[in-house]
């Protein structure tokens, strides 16, 4: 396994930073790349601002909506305790979700485009 | 034999076990990579439970609990915030950090800015965040301990913080990322299966009914169904309800900026290993507070939480411990003795490995930040640098127990809504920014960095928290004219508008092809740091 740390060379400590090469660039221009990074967004940005709607909603409704919030549903637990739980629950929705969406859409993308990085680097005898 | 006595032979054994896995770890950190990031080498799960154990500090084992035993449905408010603000973590944050960094917070600012300036910031920062951090739990520590163990005095309250802090140097400088991270998998399962334990055997007292449960406690509080609804402590007038939206801001944009979090990211071998921690993280965290709502609840049902009980005095974090003797058979038998002793060693654990994962990222910011990079320009040697972390590590742990002495009035709570205020106002702007916006340069970062921090510590110095009648520095006199404690509703904005318009008033313009650079390799993990095997 090549090491990361090995390649920085006793005694250099070679500060990590972008690399310049080439390769970046060309995989950027990629159809895979933009369909990749297309992908990531649509799920990630609309999911973000969504769960934080829902949480401020939460919050809000909290602090300006007692009598609703108060309203008893079976026995003593009233909404506010099962709004609460809700937020759980979608955090943990969204969170499942979110692992699918990646490994079927976008996994397979990244894989890909990774490859095609450690071959051309591979083939002009580069250690990084 | 007494709960004090069992106590501390727990805590001996803890103390005993940690040090074994330190000297094993020791063995195995040879590079700097081992050093800072556990060679990178940890699973999913294992991280999963690592970060749950950095994460779930005793503010949330003791606090979250004793907050609702005392103010009923308002202490429960606090647990939403903190799990929600994983997803902040998982979506925006985490894979795309690990693809991008190296060891600490900054390195990722430093891919495509110019390093000195925005590795000073981000250093600095992550030192305020995690010192803020580690005063609440070594303050709690020492009043905590020292109540478990039943030992009394300012003194013993002294040795202890000495002691704790002792022992998280020890961690840090000799076992590195490999033994915190094993302290911390160690305290993770031991917190889960005391959570487990209690949380059972209080709703078998209920026979598993969750409506009865609630109902005794609002009862036997006294306060009737009002315990069950928000606002008994927010809902007092517009301040304290706006005071309280802030609040929920920045614990839900807090976690995705604390330093310590972010770093156990680079512990595993890729970006996918990264998200399946966080996943882990979820679930573990979740479930906990899920528990600490029983167990709040539980406490408020069964105890005597009135203004002159223990719970009470305890500022609540004695709830926990107390309702484990109750349900283990009441104080005096043999049953609640157990569970009183195994609980305080839960807390105990819970202390150790949060503080050593916090002195750990302080050190790693100093010294691969500073040292290595701004200082010496990226030409120290690997074990140099590693040589500088470890005296960093000594350095900041012997501040924080110095700070944590002199600090014992603060308020716990106060302090961890800080830290995370700070994390939300100054590191996560500048980490999502540099993500998603290809014109932010150097300035826009160091700007929101700097203006997120200034504003939220400034903020709080003229917040009633610090001066006037409700002060903990200035009762006598009073120059708080900010009205609200928590700071976060003006302080995230304000950071966000410093990295915009510093963005825009620089004449360096972004680096077009730095940013794309940056996009493959956060979005691919083409190039990033592999695992260093073992």
Redesign the interface.
């Known amino acids: 396994?090549?090491?990361?740390?090995?390649d920085?060379g006793?005694?250099?400590?070679?500060?990590?930073?972008?690399?310049?090469?080439p390769?970046?660039?060309e995989?950027?221009q990629t159809a895979e790349?933009a369909e990749?990074?297309s992908k990531?967004r649509r799920?990630?940005f609309p999911?973000?601002f969504a769960?934080?709607a829902w949480?401020?909603l939460?919050?809000?409704m909290?602090?300006?909506a007692?009598d609703f919030?108060?309203t008893e549903v079976?026995?003593?637990?009233?909404v506010?305790?099962v709004f609460?739980?809700l937020?759980?629950v979608s955090?943990?929705l969204?969170?499942?979700m979110?692992?699918r969406y990646?490994e079927k859409n976008v996994?397979p993308?990244?894989r890909d485009?990774?490859q095609?990085?450690?071959e051309r680097?591979a083939s002009e005898g580069l250690n990084? | 034999m007494s709960s004090e006595t069992l106590s501390t032979i727990l805590f001996i054994v803890i103390v005993a076990v940690t040090i074994g896995i330190t000297f094993w770890a020791s063995r195995h950190t040879k590079?700097?990579?081992d050093y800072y990031a556990g060679g990178r080498n940890f699973s999913g799960f294992q991280n999963g439970l690592a970060i749950s154990g950095d994460y779930m500090s005793a503010a949330s084992f003791l606090g979250i609990s004793g907050a609702i035993a005392l103010t009923g449905?308002d202490g429960?408010?606090y647990s939403?915030?903190f799990?929600?603000a994983?997803?902040?973590a998982?979506?925006?944050v985490a894979e795309l950090l690990r693809n991008s960094g190296?060891y600490t917070m900054a390195?990722q600012l430093?891919?495509?800015m110019r390093?000195r300036p925005v590795r000073t910031a981000a250093a600095t920062s992550t030192v305020v965040v995690s010192i803020f951090y580690l005063l609440a739990q070594m303050v709690g520590a020492g009043a905590l301990v020292t109540l478990l163990l039943g030992i009394e005095g300012e003194w013993a309250i002294r040795l202890t913080i000495l002691a704790v802090g002792m022992l998280m140097i020890f961690y840090v400088v000799v076992g590195g990322m490999k033994g915190t991270t094993w302290v911390q998998i160690v305290k993770a399962v031991l917190l889960m299966s005391g959570t487990i334990l209690i949380t059972v055997m209080v709703l078998a007292k209920f026979d598993f009914n969750?409506?009865?449960l609630?109902?005794a406690a609002?009862s036997n509080t006294g306060k009737g169904?009002a315990f069950?609804?928000?606002?008994l402590k927010?809902?007092i007038n517009t301040t304290s309800?706006i005071d309280?939206?802030s609040l929920?801001l920045a614990l839900?944009l807090g976690t995705a900026g604390l330093p310590h979090i972010l770093i156990r990211f680079y512990t595993v071998p890729t970006?996918?290993d990264a998200?399946?921690s966080?996943?882990w993280a979820?679930?573990l965290i979740?479930a906990f507070?899920?528990m600490s709502l029983v167990l709040g609840f539980g406490a408020a049902a069964l105890l005597n939480t009135g203004p002159e009980s223990e719970v009470a005095t305890s500022g609540g974090n004695l709830a926990s411990p107390l309702l484990a003797e109750e349900v283990g058979g009441g104080a005096g038998s043999n049953g609640g003795a157990i569970l009183l002793a195994f609980i305080a060693a839960v807390a105990f654990a819970t202390i150790l490995a949060v503080v050593a994962g916090l002195t750990l990222t302080s050190a790693s910011s100093v010294a691969h930040d500073m040292y290595?990079?701004v200082w010496?320009?990226?030409?120290?040697?690997?074990?140099?640098?590693v040589k500088v972390a470890r005296i960093a590590a000594f350095v900041i742990g012997g501040i924080a127990i110095v700070l944590s002495i002199f600090a014992q009035e603060l308020n716990i709570a106060f302090l961890v809504a800080l830290a995370f205020a700070v994390a939300a106002s100054a590191n996560l702007p500048a980490l999502v920014m540099n993500l998603f916006w290809k014109r932010f340069n150097t300035r826009g970062a160091t700007w929101a960095i700097y203006g997120g921090l200034i504003t939220c510590v400034g903020l709080v110095f003229f917040s009633p928290t610090v001066s006037g009648p409700t002060g903990v520095f200035w009762t006598s006199v009073d120059f708080s004219w900010f009205p609200l404690a928590n700071p976060g509703i003006v302080s995230i904005p304000v950071g966000f508008l410093c990295g915009i318009i510093g963005t825009l008033t620089s004449r360096e313009a972004g680096d077009e092809?730095?940013y794309?650079?940056?996009?493959?390799?956060s979005?691919?993990?083409?190039?990033s740091?592999?695992?260093?095997?073992e």
């Open positions: 396994m090549t090491s990361a740390t090995e920085t006793e005694g250099d400590g070679r500060v990590h930073l972008r690399s310049d090469h390769i970046y660039v995989l950027h790349f990749l990074r990531f799920f990630v999911a973000t769960f934080m949480y401020l939460y919050v809000v909290s602090n300006w007692h919030m108060s079976v026995g003593h637990i009233n506010a305790l609460g739980i937020q759980f955090t943990f969204i969170a499942w979110y692992g990646m996994d993308l990244a485009l990774n095609r990085y450690d680097i990084r | 590079t700097a990579a449905y429960f408010l939403i915030g799990l929600v994983w997803l902040v998982l979506l925006l190296r390195d430093a891919y495509r390093q969750l409506s009865d609630l109902g609002a169904d069950l609804e928000p606002g927010y809902g309800q309280f939206l929920g839900v970006a996918k998200r399946t966080v996943n979820i679930t979740g507070y899920l290595a990079n010496k320009k990226g030409k120290a040697s690997e074990k140099d640098e092809e730095a794309v650079e940056l996009e493959v390799r979005l691919t993990g083409a190039g740091e592999k695992a260093t095997g």
